[in-house]
């Protein structure tokens, strides 16, 4: 691994921060990247299903999910970790992460105070694995011109006035984050940006060190020169000295550690961060300079005199042909009055030509010789996708089945009625819709809830009837008016015909009709239903679509089995209240004596 | 801070409180008491359970982190002979230090506070050990040796076996390494007890979260009874929350010495312990010439180094510290005014100005205009104060808003007739202090 990052490079980011996210995807956007940086947040008390962020003055949205694992499984390109944990939970978070075998290359730890044998276990677990750790305690690592880890760099202001926005000459280590934004300011005036800076972090034990960082930049061909800027205290500074001495190291590197002033003053004064203050001589900033010039390094004789320093060796490096002059790219503007949308659409678009069907112009849908049918048009607009032929003539089977039930059933009758008051078609249909819930077909969706909850649970038929029982409601979908075993619905009949044709497999019709045997010994008309039929039928072709457990019930929750019926019985409706407008039926009026009155008189 | 020091009296607390679970085949008790006068030792020797105050005869010693107690003549262990502390001569020895300073051997002074009183533990120097456990690198090295006491400091390398553990090592791996590199010439029949209580230790010093644990000298006594004689601690704080029950409350003291901080730096430190901000302020020379409000950690330390290194002269140098992490208004100038009020109650004693940096790199995501609101605010009250002491003040800032905020602190001190030169990002950080000193000149 030569190069940290690169402009492919995405990241899952463990906690949903707002904020830095939105600073990557300006970055992003800012340096034209093809894809955003973040392919997911890890969210774990959120129960939302994405989150909308700016792309530019667009906006984009990023999935959410609830653990590591869920959002590699579905992001498994996503080799970087970002992990904002608090210092109680980046622990977990990174032990988790690494244990997902060739999933992370790179794991970031913001949090400051991680206890430090946790942190020891972390980095070296995380070593074991062949796991880059940029921290803990740190803003992070860019690679200008691919990729940026949260708030490093600062504002896109800053960003540009530094040239981050893309690749330098120079490769930047530092521990402190805050130094790590003068660096690059400093190294944009003097020279001409940073190909690749790490801040390493500020605790004592942090999981990629100075060497790691620098033996990576002399590996990476964009890096011809690097700036280690080191701290008193640890001795991490001298891997670096022994690996220039050993010709490990050959590209030119400035360095500098602060805290000189250390020396002053009597230990009890601490400068600056936990891994800093010096336990022994070869510790001091002072020590760690001397070694690093005597190596050949070139170190400055102050801190102030750093800008002089880069600029000399830039130049000699420029001067050489090792560096070129690298031209300004352009860079993307986001507006500043950028506004938030309302709206979300996922499924169709009229902006462009044509209107798009899930990105489909209609017109190659639309006629017969498109190979579409109505039920491919549905799949396309309800569930984002085109099933596969058995799937597609299932639903449409559904729909003819369930098109009409004669003029009795609730819905219809509402219909007729209101027909026959002289409202339109848009009102009577209403009328006959609103009649559609828990008592008219409504059966569908709990038939499909609860038979999916026995099946998933290996309940047996008869642990099923007695968790039903406990439930306190008749089972949906069993049970008939007329409809027998010796008299059966050949409506089902057909369906299931069907099924054993074309579905590759129905486990939860196989284990509902076995629920049918149970119940229909205790009574004959206690059959799986229609509604039943279809409502199962439906899990089991998710299931066969390869659904997982979660989308099929949001399916069921978000009222798509419903949906079907309520599609299907408009046909019935709309034949129904045609019907009656063809017929000019007259004003429809209850009889009377069809009303039993029972009216108390009140006193007077 | 992450490694912080505890008083040898509280890590023998902690070593009581986990005996059994540790330690068990080996017996320790607890005789230790910590006073602040001989007053309050007397009224705990008449205590149920602190009988042996009066019974036995006592050692005395400061417990206040600082070492080499005995070099320092500060172990009380006899009054005529060896093992002959009464109660009254310990009360006495201890009300007599407390009323004056002292100064030790390296120098540092303050004045004696707390005492650790123990009984005499008569033994031979055949039954002293050694042994400590800390992190050097990216490992664990628990330390034995069969010499304890002051000497096992003279020869470190002949005297002392070292065990290098690593992190990620198994229990069962550990036992067998500690066995396998115990000091070669451990007596006979004390090697397995010896080598046992070792893996218990350093079980113990892992488990509860040690950075640093020291018995010197550990004495084995007969019956596989323990006296730790001398004790050095230092807790990881940072495991605090995982160690609620385990340490319970745990007081870190300042270093000898260094607890007379000034009503300042307290100020400073209660404001920060309140604040979600970060404010630091270490005061180096009451007198000096430089006073820097710094914002950030690191920059805070580059221009400490700077002015070391260009003024020649570190007591310019009057004070360090930083404000970060967004502090409000109120917060900066609370932390301006108390520097401002410090800077202005001396003129320098040669004559010459005093310069003020108000300094900084280049913020992440601070509204660097918002926190110059509440140094300006302080600089209209200290202004004419400020001028008293010939004040030259330099400011160097990035960041967001931070055009607006030069330009905002330019305008106030025109206005209340300060001398300030203010500089943006295209300055290097630290080039206000080489300017400001040549300018001095």
Redesign the interface.
């Known amino acids: 691994m030569s190069r940290l990052f690169t402009r492919d490079t995405q990241a899952i980011f463990w906690n949903n921060n707002k904020s830095a996210i939105q600073r990557m995807l300006d970055y992003d956007y800012t340096i034209s990247r093809e894809k955003p940086s973040i392919a997911a947040i890890v969210a774990p008390t959120s129960g939302a299903k994405f989150e909308k962020f700016f792309y530019g003055n667009d906006e984009i949205m990023i999935p959410l999910y609830k653990s590591t694992p869920e959002a590699t499984t579905e992001h498994p390109n996503a080799d970087v970790l970002l992990n904002f944990g608090s210092?109680?939970t980046a622990y977990d978070v990174v032990m988790e992460a690494i244990k997902l075998d060739g999933q992370f290359k790179t794991i970031m730890v913001t949090a400051e105070?991680?206890?430090?044998?946790?942190a020891?276990?972390m980095?070296?677990?995380a070593r074991?694995k062949g796991v880059t750790v940029i921290g803990p305690a740190t803003?992070g690592a860019i690679a200008p011109g691919a990729f940026k880890i949260a708030?490093?760099g600062?504002?896109i202001?800053?960003i540009i006035?530094?040239k981050l926005n893309r690749c330098g000459s120079c490769g930047l280590v530092?521990?402190?984050?805050?130094?790590f934004?003068?660096m690059s300011?400093?190294i944009s005036?003097n020279a001409d940006g940073i190909a690749e800076g790490v801040a390493i972090g500020?605790?004592?034990?942090v999981g990629s060190v100075f060497i790691d960082n620098l033996l990576r930049m002399e590996s990476n061909p964009d890096v011809k020169y690097m700036i280690l800027l080191g701290?008193v205290g640890g001795?991490e500074e001298y891997k670096v000295i022994d690996a220039v001495k050993s010709g490990k190291i050959t590209k030119p590197i400035i360095s500098w550690c602060?805290?000189?002033?250390a020396k002053?003053?009597?230990?009890?004064?601490?400068?600056?961060?936990?891994g800093?203050s010096a336990n022994a001589d070869a510790e001091t900033?002072e020590a760690k300079n001397k070694a690093m010039r005597e190596a050949g390094f070139y170190v400055p004789?102050?801190?102030?005199d750093?800008?002089a320093t880069i600029h000399r060796v830039y130049k000699d490096l420029l001067s050489k042909g090792v560096i070129q002059k690298i031209e300004e790219p352009k860079v993307r503007k986001i507006s500043k009055t950028r506004k938030a949308k309302n709206f979300i659409c996922t499924i169709s678009d009229d902006r462009g030509e044509e209107a798009t069907y899930c990105g489909i112009p209609i017109s190659k849908v639309a006629t017969p010789d498109t190979g579409y049918s109505l039920g491919d048009v549905m799949s396309l607009l309800w569930f984002k996708r085109r099933y596969p032929k058995w799937a597609v003539d299932f639903i449409e089977t559904v729909l003819k089945t369930v098109a009409d039930h004669g003029p009795a059933v609730s819905g219809a009758h509402n219909a007729k009625v209101t027909a026959r008051a002289g409202k339109d078609v848009v009102s009577s249909l209403i009328s006959g819709l609103l009649t559609i819930g828990p008592r008219f077909g409504g059966a569908i969706d709990g038939a499909a809830k609860y038979f999916k909850y026995g099946y998933d649970n290996n309940l047996s038929p008869k642990e099923f009837l007695s968790y039903m029982k406990n439930q306190g409601i008749p089972i949906p979908g069993i049970g008939h008016r007329i409809k027998s075993v010796r008299n059966p619905d050949l409506r089902i009949s057909g369906l299931k015909k069907y099924v054993n044709e074309y579905f590759p497999s129905s486990p939860v019709l196989d284990y509902a009709l076995e629920v049918e045997k149970l119940t229909t010994s205790k009574k004959d008309n206690l059959i799986l239903n229609v509604d039943g039929t279809i409502g199962v039928l439906m899990v089991d072709m998710w299931k066969e679509l390869g659904y997982d457990d979660d989308e099929i019930e949001t399916f069921i929750e978000a009222g798509a089995l419903n949906a079907f019926f309520i599609l299907g019985r408009c046909i019935g409706f709309i034949g129904h209240i045609l019907d009656e407008k063809r017929l000019n039926m007259p004003m429809y009026r209850h009889p009377w004596d069809d009303i039993l009155y029972d009216v108390e008189e009140m006193e007077a | 801070m992450a490694q912080r020091a505890i008083r040898e009296y509280d890590g023998k607390a902690l070593f009581s409180k986990h005996w059994k679970k540790y330690f068990d085949g080996f017996s320790y008790s607890f005789k230790s008491v910590l006073v602040s006068s001989g007053d309050e030792l007397k009224k705990i020797a008449q205590k149920h359970g602190f009988e042996w105050l009066n019974q036995e005869p006592l050692v005395v010693k400061p417990d206040m982190l600082f070492g080499k107690r005995g070099k320092n003549g500060l172990v009380l262990f006899k009054d005529k002979k060896p093992g002959d502390v009464s109660l009254e001569v310990a009360a006495s020895w201890i009300d007599e230090k407390i009323s004056v300073p002292t100064v030790l051997l390296s120098g540092q002074h303050g004045t004696l506070t707390h005492f650790i009183v123990e009984p005499f533990t008569p033994h031979s120097g055949e039954q002293e050990y050694y042994i400590s456990a800390t992190t050097v690198g990216e490992d664990d090295v628990l330390y034995m040796s069969t010499e304890g006491g002051m000497e096992v400091e003279d020869g470190w390398e002949e005297k002392v076996t070292e065990v290098v553990i690593p992190i990620n090592m198994q229990d069962a791996n550990i036992d067998h390494l500690v066995h396998a590199n115990a000091p070669a010439d451990l007596p006979e029949d004390k090697r397995e007890a010896f080598v046992s209580f070792a893996i218990d230790f350093f079980r113990f010093y892992r488990d509860l979260n040690f950075a640093y644990l020291e018995i010197n000298p550990l004495v084995m006594l007969d019956n596989n009874e323990m006296a730790i004689l001398d004790l050095v601690a230092r807790l990881d704080d940072t495991a605090g929350y995982l160690m609620v029950d385990s340490w319970g409350k745990m007081e870190y003291p300042t270093a000898f010495g260094m607890e007379d901080q000034s009503d300042e730096e307290k100020a400073i430190a209660e404001a920060d312990a309140r604040s979600g901000a970060s404010l630091k302020l270490t005061i180096l020379n009451p007198m000096g010439r430089i006073w820097t409000m710094v914002a950030g950690g690191g920059a805070s330390v580059v221009y400490a180094d700077t002015i070391a290194d260009l003024s020649g002269n570190v007591s310019d140098l009057a004070n360090y510290g930083e404000y970060s992490g967004g502090p409000t208004t109120d917060e900066t100038k609370f932390y301006a005014d108390t520097i401002f009020d410090l800077m202005t109650r001396f003129k320098d004693p040669k004559g010459k100005g005093k310069i003020l940096i108000i300094g900084g790199a280049i913020a992440n995501f601070t509204d660097v205009a918002k926190t110059f609101t509440g140094i300006i605010q302080s600089l209209e009250e200290y202004a004419q104060k400020l001028k008293n002491v010939g004040t030259k003040i330099y400011v160097r800032r990035g960041g967001p808003n931070y055009k607006k905020g030069l330009k905002d602190i330019k305008e106030a001190a025109d206005r209340l007739g300060l001398y300030m030169e203010v500089y943006g990002p295209e300055t290097h950080v630290t080039d206000i202090v080489r300017m400001s000193l040549e300018n001095g000149e």
């Open positions: 210092f109680r105070g991680i206890p430090e044998r946790r020891r276990i980095n070296q677990a074991d803003v708030n490093i600062g504002t202001e800053n006035n530094s530092t521990r402190s984050g805050g130094l934004n003068e300011n400093i005036i500020g605790d004592r034990f701290e001795v602060i805290g000189t002033i002053h003053f009597e230990s009890g004064v601490q400068f600056g961060h936990a800093a900033a004789d102050s801190f102030n750093i800008p």
